[in-house]
């Protein structure tokens, strides 16, 4: 059973920073790739960013520069450090993991609002 908790958003000035924690039980974190995803009112969910087993890193073309994500396999955590914050940033913000020959799984979310 894979349980994912999200942790660290709240509200925060444009310009501000913050870093987001999903937090992985189970013994699948070092096989997974991980990824962050965020979701508004009436809006689709977008994928943020991306990192492999293997750490390589993608991101959306709109956070490029300004989100990093990171992950420690020793504490089965993924991270997502975002600076330069910007209204538009404001979202619900997802973890998944991705268990090869499992699936997926989902975080139950956290918010980020961005606003002065």
């Known amino acids: 059973q894979v349980q994912l908790e999200e942790s660290g958003g709240g509200l925060v000035q444009p310009g501000g920073s913050l870093r987001l924690s999903c937090a992985a039980s189970g013994s699948f974190f070092s096989i997974s790739t991980m990824y962050w995803y965020r979701q508004g009112p009436g809006k689709q969910r977008e994928l943020v960013a991306t990192?492999?087993?293997?750490?390589?890193?993608d991101y959306a073309d709109s956070v490029k520069g300004r989100f990093t994500i990171s992950r420690d396999n020793a504490e089965n955590t993924v991270y997502l450090q975002m600076n330069s914050l910007k209204p538009e940033d404001t979202d619900i913000y997802y973890c998944?993991?991705?268990?090869?020959?499992?699936?997926?799984?989902w975080g139950q979310g956290t918010q980020v609002t961005v606003s002065s």
């Open positions: 990192i492999t087993n293997s750490g390589s890193a």
């Open positions: 998944n993991m991705y268990v090869p020959s499992r699936g997926g799984y």
